[in-house]
């Protein structure tokens, strides 16, 4: 048995969950009952079943490459290595940046410094702004974020970042409307996560993440069930 912690970064789907402006909602109904199954059956055992219809950037989720670039080689959701899902990672505290700003290279220079902490080849790099904790379900979740500028996109892919998160809607801040940071990860082909939850219980440490895709054909994104695994 694995004798290591296990904490769920991913959050809730359900009818009415907040999603990106302009994504599409997420819906969620009963297709068939045990009562409406034993009639089709007829032999008192029966099952139930639910029909989902969500956005593939609609709850956690991770962005494919072709997401951010009209490149028709820009690989899919299902063409994405999964050797970047599952990865070392770090999580760094920048909820201290105020709403509606973007950071760059000295925040993420200055909380590297602050845990003792350094980014290797190949590593996950989560972000905890705090929005989820402060904002979620209210209005403000969608809009009022802060996020990455180019430079401090630039600056963790050059150190070796396969992946990155946010426990926000997005890694770019909702009121720059020239995306620095999806530009970026296009650009580069770099993948990243989005509206990740309790980053909190993660920040300063070293750990494995693990936040694995649907198979999804020519997908652009992929809802996930986001971990952090310590120890063990």
């Known amino acids: 048995m694995f004798e290591g912690r296990i904490i769920d970064l991913s959050q809730e ?3 009415g969950m907040p999603v990106y402006p302009g994504h599409l909602k ?21 099952y139930e079943t639910s029909g989902i219809l969500l956005c593939d950037h609609g ?11 009209t490149d028709p080689e820009a690989e899919s959701i299902d063409e994405l290595s999964l050797s970047k899902c599952i990865t070392s990672a770090i999580c760094l505290d920048v909820s201290d940046v105020p709403l509606r700003t973007q950071f760059g ?6 909380e590297l410094a602050r845990w003792n902490l350094d980014i290797r080849a190949g590593d996950t790099i989560l ?6 904790d402060r904002w979620y379900g209210k209005p403000e979740y969608m809009t009022e974020y802060p996020g990455l500028d180019r430079a401090a996109t630039e600056y963790i892919i050059d150190r070796g970042c396969v992946n990155f998160g946010v426990d926000s809607p997005s890694p770019d801040m909702f009121y720059d409307k020239t995306y620095p940071c999806h530009d970026t990860c296009g650009k580069r ?14 920040v300063g440490k070293r750990f494995t993440y693990i936040g694995l895709p649907l198979r999804i054909r020519k997908g652009t994104g992929s ?10």
């Open 13 to 15: 789907i359900y009818n």
């Open 26 to 46: 997420t819906v969620i109904w009963k297709h068939l009952s045990h009562e409406e199954c034993k009639r089709i059956l007829g032999t008192g055992f029966s």
């Open 59 to 69: 709850p956690t989720h991770i962005d494919s490459v072709s997401h951010f670039t």
């Open 105 to 110: 290279p000295d925040k993420i220079e200055s």
């Open 127 to 132: 972000f905890h702004t705090g929005h989820y």
């Open 189 to 202: 082909r770099v993948t990243h996560v989005e509206n990740l939850c309790n980053l909190d219980q993660v």
């Open 223 to 232: 809802p996930i069930r986001a971990v952090a695994v310590l120890g063990g």
